[in-house]
């Protein structure tokens, strides 16, 4: 703050550097002082025909700053008439980053990169001048050369409003000023008030203006003179920038409509509304503002509007966003480019100022696609002489709508290398990273896991990289006309220092070793090689000077600093090896006399390493390498040849041995590159190998072949790795005492043309100009496989499905290959011109393809052959603009849309016949343009919306109704060039475009104050932009395939809280009246809360007579009961409510509290009704078994759930357990719980593994899963009736704990069970809510338990008997605990206040916990801590959910350290010696080594907290499929097991980087279960869209299917095998109405058929595999051919109600009347069953008969109905059980011979799920209230298996009945069926 108080009010930059002297400046060229007449004062006069030569500079080098914090820059100059001048602002940002600012009259157009900023500048005229009165008609001349009657000029920069609004960034200072000829300069100064020339003293006083406000009059010193009588804006011009008089964004810096300084006043400051004030302008002056308004300006909408015609312009000042608008005129005038549809009124803001008007709704926001100065807290309407609504959002994030989250993309992964030279890549000093160019970017690459960093900043290709001895500073220059040099932090990844010295052609760079001097050697100006020596030692202050340089006329290829001395080079060229060194300021060379070699053309030079101590330090060898293949060794001091080898072709040694071929002509191989290290020395050739030799060159010891010519070789410091580069893009690195060689990194050669994803596979394919087609894997970036073409492949297009992708060439040629067998299955010739589009349809039937001649084809891809269905002759513009992505189809494969006829229409057609829907032409959308607007590309947003984007040569992107073609929306200034690629994310929430090297993502419903965050990195135009396909990730390509991390989840609500656009969607949200709420979706209130109620399916009103008989109601449940039709049916009574239990609900023991007496010797049976003769049934049961539900006590108000994934949540259930199931006794049960297949990845450390004993258990649902790691056998330890949310195991691992909830208000259950036997030892019963966390201190003498957010309390149990010892309240939420291992008394808690330090105090038999509270550091931020772990060293590690891990001294319990660990938040911590693991829901698993960490605790004197992220390294990093909630390992941190939310364990190996999934399940709802004919498979599906085939013995995966974006409801196995297919296959329905059949065989999609709109809810293949019946949601069967496809048949039959069953039966019913050997049943949700016989060979299918179960009135809430469920009894087809919702809970048998029910068993619940088994007449049903029920069907016998979290949705029994598989949401149990 001390620093500014001198710099105001004012700084006069020529005083301040008192320029008179040049001791502070600098000047060269024709710099002069002259007399200005018109100034009456000394001005200085730069002049010169290249104003790079003719300049003032200050301070004196670019390398100082003047450190000038004003926000307004002053410059009073005069242009040079008829000349051109030119300024260059060097600004430095508070990120760092130092920018440069330029205005010229030379600049024709407003350009901008990442740190460059290039305006032109429009120069005025003296008033009444000819060139005035013509500027009008001039429209060609407003930029160019200044005029002769030029005048004096003020010019005012904004620099803050600069930053801001062009780059995003915050300003600092002024670092330098450069003023270039040709111009007059009188002086310059900078100030934070906006300072008016035109205003006196005495005016100033008058109009009330103050400092205090921020305005005020010019300084005396600085003014321009004016005589009495004249004005000051007659004699001279005053040029604001932002200007009142152009348009915004401005592109130019000119002169506009003076204002007066009230209006003006900093942002900062509120203005102050004064009287506007009137200054006459000539008409010739209007006319000139009105012309480049008229060029720069693009139009509003056509409407009628009456022109403001004025003879005067008045002077308009800021309103602010408190203005009273109500009082303005109103207009039914609307925003350009608003998403409103009208009808919404603006108010109007009008002013006589020649047309202006500023538009502001009175209810939304005006968009404005910039932000404004981050220091602005008003919100500014600027209203300028445009003609189009125009505003500046507040400066404030907390007031302004902003695309969140900020930012949307993080650059992930590169696949690129090189781009200006492939001799270009440096090692780290440890050998663990590689850092090379891709392009502008640098990329520094881990060799173990490839994660890369990315190094920012540079705006043209790099050309060379160059480290410092200890790879802490890294240097890189990029080629071009801008030769820049930057200096970077490598550590930190920031830019130190930035400079240019050289004109152009930066070639070489070289660091010292101390990193104190800077080589570098490039191009001057006049193309003469220039060598400059920098002196670098304090470059991280950003102070960089030259030592020396010099000219030379000698080639120089390198050049390097000897790394013994810092002031000797040597470099190499054609013809000549040159030593070099700095003395006294001077760089001096002395050629090393070749002889006989001086005609060579040397490539590389190099040191020989190693010193010994006898030896002069230059004593030493130089080895010269050539394109001869001549390599030389020279003595460094008496600077001679020593020695002379020479590298030849291989000789012929055989006749069958073919002579190896080279790259080059002439006798010798040309060695490219040269390194040496202590030991050998390596070369890279032209013949492409890399070869190690002795230092006496004797012989080749190792050799590596490559595909190209080696062109750079580089040995790591320890020897161990050499590097190798290839000119075809290759990068690698040999491995010397393991002989291996891996390859880092592989590139296009050229510019990549276009791509395409493969989701399922995850791979992506590329298309380049290089000739080439890729394949890469996305994961590990690695290139799978390369095809090259003869001709340039210019689009690219994956199967959607399949393992094909098809290519379009520049010669017209379409391929398509299978990329397994590598093979061509098809190749086509319908262009005659280039192919600018290839796509497929999203179902994969269909192929298309446009040329640039307009040509449009149509292929079969079903077909082998890709058989071409029709072609189409000038259907699409002509020409290659639309390439490679000129097609787009919509997401539901019914429409294709493209740009044709011609330029300016759009045409939709019918993407199954290419039959013409819609045409619209775009050049009539805005009648008020100048010019016709054409389109460029088109893009389908989903399917929902209806919308197709098409952007436009204008720069803009219209939405446009698919179906009526009508205009929804349009964007403007979409970008500064135009946009080259768009898409839309599959939520329709996020638009991305593409504009010449920029990356947008926009909001899609344009809504939001600031709708888009754009992102540079690309040196060169992007060719193609999209999402991938799991919307994870965005990725572009142009100059490299870059891919991006996607931070905004496409399946997560947005920032702003607003749902994806449906249809027509086009307004923004209205919001609902007062009293009425939004309807429930879903079971979920409209704020996203879960309703407090769940529906019950019972029957409705009037309720029937309730027997209160005890003894007769457990008597129609417990036992047989046969009674005719008139026999009175005894009812059962409702059973008590049991009171809530303190204990585990054991399956071997009843529960207490149940009122009636168990008899476990008769077993429990279900009431049995035997229909006898064909009379009506029996009466109806008079009551339904019912639980009584207390509603009378209101619940207070829950505490919230901290927003924190570590944080464990119960999955959301509407089921609860049903209290009165009874288990059966041990020993009795009918099942075996055989294997749990899946892991509960939502739970939080539930999962344990002790490498010494061989543990491995986890939890699935509320199931205890021990398992052995060797043989896969289980077994279950079974006790929880809750999702069980943690486990922990005791030291000596032979007591675990398990912790679940409790079921309604009872509190939570935690188990200790024995690791031998597996029973459960005793039970705790104490937490209100769940349980977060569990832990045993180090001696296993206590244990310790912690309640979730609802009940945050620790307890401290004994456990020896397990009784609560102390407990704790807090009064925050709790995540993590953690016993410390070095004192057996210290533990410590984390939470969302901070730290809690824990004690343990004995006294006696009685214990006393005690908690210290400790907050986190301010310096780390506002942070929650979410996990924690000690070391063995009284250090405590934890970690937050900003990704920091903070570093604690237990001793002093404070933190001593803390560094940013990863991006999300951190989950899981483990230590393990000097080994930190850090798990987090960015699903990254990084291993630390943290060594270092203890030499860093404090002592007793102060100290600071501060980011000390270099002391620790990264070992390694691996990716997994979900967020990380469970990770134990050995006790070296080289193996381990980890859980993920995804229902993954992995097996994790860091000593081979390899992970191993050990436990794979369904992280959804599994939707289906079936089992394969012969038991040896069973396959699921579920919400998640994916099928998954498991081995039965194993029950491990075998294979997945996934289908993006949909889900599989049912399935259904192929009933026989097809030897002549190759196996058997496994077919889905899905939502999108479509069946997808999947050989097993080749793992592969066979077949995809659409025979329903809507979502597929039930299908069976026949008996014989003939045909497939599958059902909709609207009631449809179709009958489809898993052959050919085709749809045989539909039934609609039971249209109108959603089937839930359909079972297919072998059976000959010859005894119905009818002919067939098939039988198959549909059951509906309205209680309808139909029965169908079937000869499918005689295509065959009749009605058999038609049942209807009746039910009484449906209530309100239909959808909780139980579902209507038939089946065929296995044991006699006949029969059909059926059950529903009726009157009764009933079993129903229905016999098809005699058309009657024949017998009724009732039940206890309405069934969810049923299946029959083959054998023992055993029936399993599962219910909401999570009870599954084997009933034998032949005595009503039954028991209860209460083992499920949740209610069961699905029952299968195998085709044998000796399996039994249920699921309840993800959990899926199999069970073995021993009989009943």
Known sequence: ?????????????????????????????????????????????????????????????????????????????????????????????????????????????????????????????????????????????????????????????????????????????????????????????????????????????????????????????????????????????????????????????????????????????????????????????????????????????????????????????VVTSGLNIQDAPQDDWRCHGDPLDGGQGSTVLRADDRGVHVYAHTEVAICNHREASEDSEVEEIVCTAVSRPITLPSAKDSKKQKLHPDPILRLSRIIGFGGATMKCAVWTKSGLAVVYPCHAIIVSMEISSGHQRFFIGHTDEVSALTFNGNSTVLASAQTGGQSVVRVWNYLKGICLALFKTHAHSLSSLSFSYSGGVLCGVGKDSHNKTMVVVWNTQHATKGE?????????????????????????????????????????????????????????????????????????????????????????????????????????????????????????????????????????????????????????????????????????????????????????????????SSRGYSTLMRSHMDSVLGFSVDGIRRRITTASRDRTVRVWDMDSMQQLYDFVSEDTPCSVAFHPSLQVFSCGSSSGLVRVFDIASAKLLAEHKQHRGEVVGLAFSPDGEFMYSAGSLGALALYVSSRVDYHVLRVLGNVVARGTAGAPDALTVSSDSRCLALVGPSEFTVTIMDARSLDELLRVDVSILDVESTSLDSALKVCFSPASTGHLLVTTSANKILWIDANSGRLLREVSEVHKNQCSSLAVSEDGRFLLTAGHNAVKVWDYSMQLDVNSQLFIGHSQPIRQVSFSPDQMAVISVGDAIFFWDFLAHPLETGADGRSPPQAASVSPPTPAPKGHSEPEVSGMHSNGMPRRTAPIPSSPAPCFNISTTDRLGQEALDHLSLCEEDTDEVLPSPLPLPFPSTGPSHPHHPTSGSSHPHHPTSGSFLKVTEMVGGGDTSAPLKASLKRAVDNDNLEAEEPMRPDCYKHFTPRFKTSTLDQSAEPPQMGEASLSLKAVIGYNGNGRGNMIWNPDTGLFAYSCGCVVVVEDLHTGSQRHWLGHTEEISSLAVTNDAQTVASAAGGSGDSTSLICIWCVQDGSCRNTISYHRGAVQALAFSRDDLFFLTVGDFSDPEVALWSTRTYQLLSRVAVSDPLHDVAFSPSAASQLACVGSQGIYFCTTHTLGLE??????????????????????????????????????????????????????????????????????????????????????????????????????????????????????????????????????????????????????????????????????????????????????????????????????????????????????????????????????????????????????????????????????????????????????????????????????????????????????????????????????????????????????????????????????????????????????????????????????????????????????????????????????????????????????????????????????????????????????
């Open 1 to 317: 703050m001390a620093s500014r108080v001198w710099q105001h009010p004012y700084v006069n930059i020529f005083k301040h550097v008192r320029v008179d002297e040049w001791k502070k400046s600098s000047k060269e060229g024709e710099v002069t002082t002259y007399m200005d007449k018109t100034l009456k004062c000394s001005v200085f006069r730069i002049r010169g025909s290249v104003p790079a030569s003719n300049y003032i500079l200050l301070p004196k080098t670019s390398t100082q700053s003047l450190g000038l914090t004003g926000r307004y820059f002053y410059l009073l100059f005069r242009p040079s008439p008829t000349k051109h001048f030119v300024v260059h602002l060097d600004i430095a940002a508070e990120e760092g980053q130092v920018i440069r600012v330029s205005f010229s009259n030379l600049f024709k157009e407003f350009k901008s990169t990442a740190t460059w900023l290039q305006f032109p500048f429009v120069c005025g005229a003296a008033k009444g001048s000819v060139y005035e009165s013509t500027a009008k008609t001039a429209r060609h001349g407003l930029v160019g050369p200044a005029p002769s009657t030029v005048r004096w000029t003020c010019l005012m920069l904004d620099l803050q409003y600069v930053l801001s609004i062009y780059l995003n960034r915050r300003h600092s200072h002024l670092k330098t000023v450069k003023l270039c000829a040709n111009m007059s300069v009188k002086n310059m100064f900078t100030s934070d008030l906006v300072l008016d020339p035109g205003v006196s003293f005495s005016e100033a006083r008058q109009a009330g203006l103050a400092s205090s406000l921020g305005t005020g009059p010019m300084p005396r010193e600085m003014c321009f003179p004016v005589s009495k009588g004249s004005s000051w804006h007659d004699l001279y011009d005053y040029i604001r920038f932002p200007s009142d008089g152009t348009k915004m964004p401005f592109d130019s810096i000119q002169k506009g409509l003076p204002s007066p300084v009230p209006g003006c006043a900093p942002a900062e400051r509120s203005p102050v509304r004064e009287m506007s004030r009137s200054v006459n302008i000539s008409k010739p002056v209007q006319d000139r503002v009105s012309l480049i308004q008229q060029i720069t300006t693009p139009k509003l909408h056509p409407r009628p509007r009456t022109a403001l015609v004025t003879s005067r312009v008045p002077e308009l000042g």
């Open 544 to 736: 960089v000077s030259v030592i020396a340089k010099a000219h030379t006329d000698v080639d120089i290829q390198t050049l390097k600093i000897a790394f013994f001395d810092d002031t000797r080079m040597v470099s190499c060229g054609r013809d000549n090896v040159r030593l070099w060194r700095v003395r006294s300021g001077a760089l001096r060379s002395c050629p090393v006399n070749l002889g006989d070699y001086h005609a060579l053309d040397f490539t590389d030079v190099a040191f020989e390493e190693g010193h010994s101590a006898d030896c002069d330090p230059e004593d030493r060898t130089l080895f010269a390498s050539s394109r001869s293949g001549h390599i030389l060794e020279i003595d460094y001091s008496s600077v001679q040849i020593k020695n002379v080898r020479r590298l030849l072709p291989a000789q012929q040694l055989h006749v069958q041995r073919r002579e190896k071929q080279t790259f080059s002509t002439g006798p010798g191989i040309a060695v490219n590159s040269i390194s040496v290290s202590s030991a050998f020395c390596a070369t890279g050739s032209e013949d492409g190998f890399l070869r190690l030799w002795p230092l006496d060159f004797s012989t080749v010891f190792l050799e590596a072949e490559h595909e190209g010519p080696v062109c750079f070789v580089s040995v790591s410091d320890d020897g161990l790795l050499v590097m190798a580069a290839t000119s075809s893009g290759n990068l690698g690195y040999l491995d010397v």
């Open 1407 to 1876: 214990v006393e916990l005690k908690l210290q509270h400790v907050c986190v550091p301010e310096e780390v931020g506002d942070v929650v801590l979410t996990a924690l772990c000690y070391n063995a060293n009284s250090v405590l590690f934890t970690g937050t959910n900003s990704g920091h891990v903070c570093v604690w001294d237990c001793e002093t319990r404070r933190c001593f350290m803390t560094w940013e660990a990863d991006q999300g938040e951190i989950g899981v911590l483990l230590c393990r010696r000097n080994r930190l693991l850090t798990g987090s829901n960015t699903r990254r698993l990084r291993l630390w080594d943290v060594a270092a960490v203890q030499r860093m605790r404090p002592g007793d004197e102060a100290f600071c907290i501060e980011d000390r992220g270099a002391l620790v390294l990264l070992e390694h990093e691996m990716t997994l499929d979900g967020a990380v909630v469970a990770a134990t390992f050995d006790d070296v941190m080289d193996m381990g097991i980890v859980g993920t939310t995804a229902g993954t364990l992995w097996y994790i190996n860091w000593g081979t980087n390899t992970s191993i999934r050990l436990i794979s399940g369904h992280k959804t709802k599994v939707n289906d279960v079936v089992f394969s004919p012969d038991e040896s498979h069973f396959a699921t599906c579920g919400e998640d869209g994916s099928v998954r085939v498991w081995s039965a013995p194993s029950n491990e995966l075998v294979v997945q299917f996934q289908v993006l974006n949909q889900s599989c409801g049912c399935a259904s196995w192929s009933p026989v095998l097809r030897p002549s297919k190759g196996g058997q296959c496994v077919a889905g329905g899905y939502s999108d109405g479509s069946l997808r059949i999947f050989h097993l065989a080749t793992s592969e999609m066979e077949l995809k058929l659409h025979p329903h709109s809507v979502a597929v809810t039930a299908m069976h293949y026949s008996s014989k595999g003939q045909v497939i019946l599958s059902a909709g949601r609207d009631g449809l069967i179709a009958v489809s051919s898993p052959v050919t496809g085709v749809t045989v048949r539909m039934i609609s039959d039971h249209k109108g109600a959603i089937i839930t069953t359909i079972q297919c039966v072998k059976k000959q019913y010859k005894e119905y009347g009818l002919e067939g050997n098939e039988m198959w049943l549909a059951a509906s949700a309205d209680r309808r069953v139909s029965v169908w016989a079937a000869d499918w060979m005689k295509d065959k299918c009749e009605l058999l008969d038609w049942l209807t179960f009746p039910a009484p009135a449906t209530p309100e809430e239909s959808d909780s109905l139980p579902p209507s469920l038939a089946a065929f009894s296995p044991m006699d087809p006949g029969l059909v059980v059926y059950t529903g919702y009726g009157v009764e809970r009933e079993l129903c048998f229905y016999s098809l011979d005699k058309k009657q029910v024949m017998k009724k068993i009732a039940l206890s619940h309405w069934a969810i799920c049923l299946t029959l088994s083959s054998k023992a007449h055993l029936i399993a049903m599962g219910s909401k209230e999570r009870v599954l029920k084997l009933i034998k069907s032949s005595s009503g016998r039954f028991q209860d298996f209460i083992h499920h979290s949740d209610s069961l949705q699905t029952c299968r029994f195998s085709p044998s009945g000796e399996l039994l598989f249920t699921v309840a949401y993800n959990e899926i149990l199999l069970w073995e069926v021993h009989g009943l």
